[in-house]
């Protein structure tokens, strides 16, 4: 047991007395195509698919290119990206989110282009905006994936 | 579409027109016990025969859209068809379809294929999941308790909160399940929070305010106060009552967000020529479009890497091209507006999207009351909508469409000619133009 149930907060949480230990987050079930991307992740690496012909960036991983129909490779990222746009959930009965109240989910764009839906760490929910710069951190969440969130830049 | 092998003479006797709307009972959810939903869709079908004063033996089609859980050809034999010719079900996900399934009954009318289909949607979300839990969390909640509306929300400010347990993330296979191994571990549940970002980018660009959002919560509140079957009537609103509810996922308060209910509703769909002696006349279907662009769930869910210009939309602008070059009319010759409305913003961007004012000129054009009945531009949502009618995912603002043209709405706005219907914003959508026959 780590952490105290808030996105990107591993360390120990001290036992309380009637409570359920936090629960993990709901982990990713990998598709082949995208087995890539949560392995990579869970060794702390933000990959995207790079189409070989035109260039483009993409994710969610696809079996070829959406602009141009060519064959795609996976390339690293460089996990800077600037906040698109984000809510600050306040209410969600489902553990764990339930116990992370109020916590960020926003739509960040990467360097590269692709547009990632993640969750901003590391701040004040009322700190995050449109147009903030973040940058990737990692969490494993089981043995064959991990998932990037965002803090401040 | 269709009609190929049906002459021009024909096909004038054959253009589709709407002859009977029906409902059951609405109830927020958990609130109907007594009946399944499956009985609901049947009982609805039959209101909507007994309106048109058509017999079921004369049925051959029936359309429905959201992956309605209730089968056609099940249905048949509950409701006696004598034989289904016809069964269809759109492809567009959850509310956009609405107006595509009753476009879809009427090609198939024209094209000859069927002479009377009726469209249904029921939706117990009592008695199945509620889309506010977001997908994997399959277990229904207890009925009653709390005040039974809103996101998430057994129990709420005035009851026991349970907790839920872990979603399972299941593999991606639909666009609305879509993806969830990218979307759920970050607490990512649906509808309310992919929609909420919609608004602040929405908010970010053009300077929509909560007054703006709480325009239309208050307008359409108002307008269920006289309308009994809405689960609203009897709770009237103010901007001050809407400001105070609790806050959801923001810029999302709770009166931001559509109920969640039980209920079934259902349309007849068949031709003119058949429609000349039916108890309360012909609704014309004057045109239809239903679809989506390029790049449509291009990422991670639905709409999220559409171009900003898209995103910050209800996504609907090539869809109001094509209805308003089919209708050869525009919307300033609309007089009644049924807006999908699961969450207030998004009626704002379909006001937008569908050129009732510029972009980012939704949340002023609200404010500035004319939303409301009777005295608004446009009276939008006269029924109460989904934020105040129910949630049938939008069938109900074509059954409120038919009304306002029979002048039978509770809301009616004076001579009205024109109705304009659209389904869900922010997904694969559709809409309707209706007119006086």
Same mark, same amino acid.
């Given at each position: 047991?780590?952490? @105290? /149930? %808030?996105?990107?907060?591993? +360390? ?9 230990? =936090?629960?993990? $987050? ?16 869970? @060794? /702390? %690496?933000?990959?995207?698919? +790079? ?9 969610? =991983?696809?079996? $070829? ?89 | ?437």
């Amino acid at each position: 047991m780590s952490g @105290d /149930g %808030r996105p990107g907060d591993m +360390r120990p949480l001290p036992a309380v007395p009637g409570e359920r230990p =936090p629960k993990p $987050r709901p982990a990713p079930v990998p598709e082949p195509e995208a087995a890539e991307y949560w392995k990579a992740a869970r @060794d /702390g %690496r933000l990959v995207v698919q +790079r189409c070989d012909d035109c260039g483009r960036h993409q994710l969610y =991983p696809r079996a $070829r290119c959406l602009a141009c129909g060519g064959p795609v490779s996976w390339v690293e990222a460089s996990g800077r990206a600037v906040v698109y746009s984000y809510t600050v959930i306040r209410q969600n009965y489902a553990r764990p989110f339930r116990d992370w109240i109020p916590y960020v989910v926003a739509l960040v764009d990467l360097d590269e282009g692709p547009r990632v839906m993640t969750n901003i760490v590391g701040c004040d929910p009322e700190a995050v905006s449109v147009g903030m710069a973040v940058r990737a951190r990692f969490e494993p969440v089981s043995e064959e994936a991990g998932i990037a969130l965002f803090e401040p830049a | 579409m269709g009609g190929h092998v049906v002459s021009q003479a024909a096909r004038r006797g054959r253009q589709a027109c709407i002859v009977g709307v029906g409902e059951t009972p609405y109830a927020k959810w958990g609130g109907i016990t007594d009946s399944s939903e499956y009985q609901l869709a049947v009982r609805a079908v039959l209101a909507a025969l007994d309106d048109a004063g058509i017999a079921v033996d004369e049925v051959d089609g029936l359309a429905s859209f959201a992956d309605d859980r209730n089968e056609a050809t099940f249905m048949a034999a509950d409701l006696g068809i004598a034989e289904l010719r016809y069964t269809s079900m759109s492809w567009l996900p959850g509310g956009g379809g609405a107006c595509a399934a009753v476009s879809n009954a009427a090609t198939a009318v024209e094209s000859g294929q069927a002479d009377v289909v009726v469209v249904y949607r029921s939706l117990c979300q009592g008695q199945f999941r509620r889309f506010g839990r977001g997908p994997g969390n399959a277990a229904p909640g207890p009925v009653g308790g709390g005040d039974g509306r809103g996101p998430g929300g057994s129990g709420g400010a005035e009851g026991p909160v349970r907790p839920r347990r872990t979603p399972v993330v299941r593999r991606a296979r639909s666009l609305l399940e879509a993806h969830v191994a990218f979307t759920m571990p970050f607490g990512m549940f649906g509808p309310p929070i992919a929609y909420a970002m919609v608004a602040r980018r929405h908010m970010h660009r053009f300077g929509t305010t909560a007054e703006h959002m709480g325009a239309v919560a208050v307008s359409t509140r108002a307008h269920a106060q006289h309308n009994r079957r809405a689960i609203m009537s009897g709770r009237p609103m103010t901007m001050d009552d809407y400001l105070a509810s609790r806050p959801v996922s923001d810029p999302f308060r709770l009166f931001d967000c559509c109920l969640e209910s039980d209920g079934a509703c259902a349309v007849v769909v068949t031709t003119a020529e058949r429609a000349a002696d039916t108890r309360r006349g012909a609704v014309d279907i004057v045109a239809s479009a239903q679809g989506t662009v390029r790049g449509f769930g291009h990422g991670q869910y639905s709409n999220v890497s559409m171009p900003d210009d898209d995103y910050a939309s209800a996504g609907a602008r090539s869809v109001a091209a094509r209805l308003w070059g089919r209708a050869a009319i525009g919307p300033g010759d609309i007089d009644v507006a049924q807006i999908y409305d699961h969450f207030t913003a998004l009626v704002l961007l379909s006001l937008e999207d569908f050129g009732f004012c510029g972009r980012g000129e939704g949340g002023p054009l609200a404010a500035s009351g004319a939303l409301g009945w009777p005295d608004g531009a446009l009276p939008t949502n006269t029924h109460g909508g989904s934020l105040s009618e129910a949630y049938v995912h939008g069938l109900n603002h074509v059954v409120e469409g038919v009304r306002q043209l029979r002048d039978e709405s509770t809301c009616q706005v004076r001579d009205a000619e024109t109705v304009l219907v659209t389904s869900a914003a922010g997904v694969p959508t559709s809409a309707l133009v209706l007119g006086r026959r």
